[in-house]
């Protein structure tokens, strides 16, 4: 399984963690079934993000935006497009190699129940 992650800097690796957890749960896989955690080149030295991968025991592969924003995906974001120049992360790091979208983007849940500073989601590898 490869594991698309779109953060806002400075998100603690217990959320990144949370989401990428779920998001396997979600794709009926766990842990051990990922092969690597993929972002925009931009936060490939995010924290919390490098921890996560760490923590699984996984590399963290990185692609620049305009690689990402070459990559179709089914819900595209302006906001990520303003903020790291392509207009999806967690979908299109999980598909850039090719394969099969297992769970599309998930957004973690934040502090009082909203939205969170993580986006999530799982493909198959191609």
Do not use: F, N
Not at 42 to 64: H, N, S
Not at 75 to 93: K, L, W
Not at 112 to 118: D, F, M
């Amino acid at each position: 399984m490869i594991v698309g992650v779109g953060a806002r800097a400075g998100v603690a690796p217990d959320e990144v963690l949370g989401l990428v957890r779920a998001v396997l749960d979600e794709a009926g896989a766990g842990a051990g079934d990922v092969v690597a955690l993929v972002t925009v080149d931009v936060k490939g030295q995010e924290p919390g993000i490098v921890a996560a991968a760490g923590a699984l025991g996984v590399p963290l592969v990185t692609y620049d935006a305009g690689t990402l924003a070459a990559v179709p995906v089914p819900h595209p974001s302006e906001g990520a497009r303003g903020a790291v120049g392509t207009p999806s992360v967690a979908e299109a790091a999980a598909l850039v190699g090719g394969g099969e979208l297992l769970v599309p983007k998930r957004i973690s849940t934040g502090a009082g129940g909203g939205a969170g500073r993580v986006t999530c989601a799982v493909a198959r590898a191609g």
